[in-house]
């Protein structure tokens, strides 16, 4: 007899119940279960980064946790982070306009990992920005775009202050 | 949904988290951070019949400090130690070694006991704890045993911890005054696991003397490895960059690397030797 849990999850606000399988695990809760699948799920052994959400506001990779962990807990994905539909937040502009992206797999994770990383600091340097984006793979851009999309919106976020 | 499929228990309080684990013994794993057994069960490597996790025990997290000693509870994740006020000013290697652990979205799950019960030879804390002369809490239903750290790992992926025992809290003794340490990698991408890592630690007396060292290497054989036989040929020296090189050059000898497809034993080899030389000189100027 498969063991379920009863599960309550709040993810972007929203508080959605299931009953899961202690082996789902977040991502897969998130892309399945509540159908978000802006959440990407590249390696599934938490060297790549897509998958990267922030649980509790810290962000983590939702492919090495399991869904019945996060019972009770606040998750954000990146269907969160633009302020109302047609709309991009600072971040998400910042990349549209230093094309930070290519074929775009990555770009959720990166966005999770570096909207937490610009409220930490606000005002990084370039080196800080290699650093916080280290546990993100992508494997089109050459990362220069990435980093120069980070400087920009950190700039236009202290600009807005 | 990769993993096999296991039972989950998730206890809120220590004891019931061991007497699960004596009922069940090898058949159940702890799971602490997950992020190095979740990657095993989503590859299936492990497939784990009963997940104890210990997330939701409580009081398993503490820093506390007395007269410089550090004791460290073994669900400490990584990010809140590599933050700590109190561990930066009593050891702040921790934090110079933890920023080389993997990546920050890790850190903020994994925990200090879970990395160094996995006993990865290629990870840093490992290392860190040798040179640090930890002591480790291993605790069953039963009770508790105190284990030096030089005698918990055993080899790769193996720890003197017993099937019915958790390590349940990391002891740090305090530096001595004018004590100086140093953590340096060589990794092929930043969060990389290293080719080659090594912790010093110094203590100089009032004239300048080197009175204690203690150097300890990851990815430098089937454990971490401590380099005795460098560190006690600084003491009674200046630490002068002759003693320095010649403490190096018996340490290139004293690490056993294995060798990989990114780094010949011969190079891991010179790493050490090199990032030996450079860590105690890094030591020596932070214990003036």
């Keep these: 007899m498969t063991q379920r849990v009863p599960v309550t999850l709040t993810v972007n606000g929203t508080e959605f119940r299931r009953e899961v399988e202690p082996r789902l695990l977040l991502s897969d809760f998130l892309r399945h279960e509540i159908r978000l699948s802006g959440t990407h799920v590249g390696c599934e052994h938490g060297v790549c980064g897509a998958c990267t959400i922030r649980l509790e ?44 992206l290519q074929c775009g797999y990555c770009t959720p994770g990166i966005l999770m990992t570096m909207s937490a990383f610009l409220e930490e600091n606000p005002t990084p340097s370039e080196d800080e920005v290699r650093h916080a984006l280290s546990g993100n793979l992508c494997r089109c851009t050459g990362y220069q775009h990435i980093v120069d999309a980070v400087l920009l919106a950190a700039r236009r976020l202290r600009e807005s202050v | 949904m990769k993993p096999a499929p296991f039972e989950w228990h998730a206890p809120a309080s220590l004891a019931e988290a061991l007497a699960l684990k004596a009922a069940h013994g090898e058949e159940a794993r702890f799971l602490a951070g997950g992020q190095s057994l979740v990657p095993a069960m989503n590859f299936r490597v492990a497939q784990p019949a009963i997940l104890v996790d210990l997330n939701r025990v409580a009081g398993l997290d503490s820093v506390v400090e007395e007269n410089g000693a550090l004791r460290l509870g073994a669900m400490l994740r990584h990010a809140r130690l590599e933050r700590d006020a109190t561990a930066a000013r009593t050891h702040p290697i921790l934090a110079e070694a933890l920023h080389e652990v993997a990546h920050p979205q890790i850190r903020n799950r994994g925990t200090i006991g879970g990395n160094l019960s996995h006993a990865d030879p290629a990870s840093e804390m490992p290392a860190v704890m040798l040179a640090l002369d930890a002591r480790f809490g291993l605790r069953n239903a039963a009770g508790e045993r105190e284990v030096a750290a030089a005698d918990f790992f055993l080899g790769p992926l193996t720890t003197a911890l017993r099937p ?95 060798g990989s497809v990114q780094a010949s034993a011969g190079y891991q080899r010179h790493l050490a030797g090199v990032l030996a030389r450079r860590a105690l000189l890094l030591a020596k100027g932070r214990a003036a």
């Design chain 2, 164 to 258: 019915d025992e958790m390590l349940t809290e990391i002891r740090l003794p305090a530096l001595p005054p004018r004590s100086g340490t140093a953590f340096l990698e060589v990794a092929r991408r930043q969060g990389d696991y290293p080719m080659m890592g090594v912790a010093a630690v110094v203590t100089l007396d009032a004239a300048g003397m080197c009175i204690a060292a203690r150097i300890a290497c990851c990815s430098a054989g089937p454990t971490p490895v401590a380099a005795p036989r460098a560190a006690a040929a600084l003491l009674g020296t200046r630490l002068g960059e002759a003693d320095i090189a010649a403490a190096a050059e018996l340490l290139r000898d004293e690490v056993e690397p294995l």
């Design chain 1, 57 to 100: 506001g810290a962000p983590v990779r939702s492919c090495l946790i399991f869904a019945v962990q996060a019972d009770g807990m606040s998750i954000a994905t990146v269907e969160g982070l633009a302020p109302a539909r047609g709309q991009l937040s600072v971040l998400q502009q910042a990349f549209q306009d230093a094309h930070g």
